[in-house]
């Protein structure tokens, strides 16, 4: 089978099955299969696909249509321009916390040397994004999860930056002492009562604790509001990646902590992303 047909059949599989991308998700993993670039998959339309690769690219498009998402198929997901190893621990990077990371990057001197910590690690997406935007910068990683530490720490050695990257198994930062120019986090704030209205593709694949806010989706925000007003220096900043509908109780948390210069950021889709403030 040549190679444009094999991608037509996978792609043509995704959109009769209503797949939100069905033709990005039928390039990402057909070359996968290939071990190939996407870039150079459009290249190699009359290449004949060795047997091998063809059926390893069924397989993905079969996992696909069952609703495994593209990441969890291949073990990694690219953010922020690169790549991370997932596991069974760790929440999938998603497109919207990229706005964490540019709303963190607006406010900082990559030139500065920085004491960060980034509270819930999980891949280390955030926390290896920034260490590698920030040459200069520090970064302690907590995870309540071994397995996610464990993730995190070979995704910063893949990515260049495990010389600056320290993983500390804790809950939330509850260890840690002040000494801190940043708190970073995108903790779980889903509801528990409306975690069984997420598609399928979330419930079944990405880790409950990862998802799972309390009641009214503001557990983590609590913990995490309350201590890093005691590890922050005095001027030391936090941003944290908030769902939609919480930037007004947020306001109120890091107000009652004493923060100020508090501001809530959107996202591409104009929804409220990011919530970031001063320590006094």
């Given at each position: ?12 599989q995704f ?34 696909a060795?047997?091998?690769s063809a059926l ?5 498009s079969?996992?696909r ?6 990441g ?7 953010f922020?321009?690169r ?26 001197n990559?030139?500065q040397?920085?004491?960060m ?17 920030l ?54 704030y889903?509801?528990t ?11 079944k ?7 799972d ?8 925000y609590?913990?995490i509001?309350?201590?890093?007003a ?9 941003a944290?990646?908030?769902?939609y ?5 947020l306001?109120?948390q ?21 919530a970031?403030?001063?320590r006094?």
């Amino acid at each position: 089978m040549k190679v444009g047909m094999l991608y037509r059949q996978v792609r043509d599989q995704f959109r009769s099955a209503d797949l939100e991308t069905p033709d990005l998700d039928a390039k990402l993993l057909v070359s996968a299969a290939l071990g190939t670039t996407v870039s150079n998959l459009l290249l190699m339309d009359l290449d004949e696909a060795p047997e091998a690769s063809a059926l390893k690219a069924l397989e993905f498009s079969t996992e696909r249509l069952g609703g495994m998402p593209v990441g969890r198929i291949l073990g990694e997901r690219e953010f922020y321009g690169r790549s991370f190893k997932l596991n069974h621990a760790t929440l999938e990077p998603r497109p919207d916390t990229e706005t964490l990371i540019d709303t963190v990057l607006r406010q900082c001197n990559p030139d500065q040397p920085l004491k960060m910590c980034d509270i819930g690690t999980g891949t280390g997406a955030i926390a290896v994004t920034l260490l590698a935007e920030l040459p200069k910068a520090q970064m302690v990683a907590v995870d309540i999860s071994t397995d996610a530490l464990e993730c995190a720490a070979a995704n910063a050695k893949s990515n260049g930056v495990g010389d600056r990257f320290l993983p500390v198994r804790a809950d939330y930062a509850d260890p840690l002492q002040e000494g801190f120019d940043w708190v970073v986090s995108n903790p779980p704030y889903i509801r528990t009562q409306v975690l069984d209205e997420l598609s399928a593709e979330v419930t079944k694949h990405d880790p409950n604790l990862a998802l799972d806010g309390g009641a009214d989706g503001l557990d983590a925000y609590r913990r995490i509001v309350a201590r890093a007003a005691v590890i922050l220096v005095p001027g030391g900043r936090i941003a944290l990646e908030i769902g939609y509908d919480q930037a007004s109780e947020l306001k109120n948390q890091l107000r009652h902590h004493g923060f100020e210069a508090i501001d809530i950021i959107q996202d591409l889709g104009g929804r409220d992303r990011v919530a970031t403030a001063r320590r006094v």
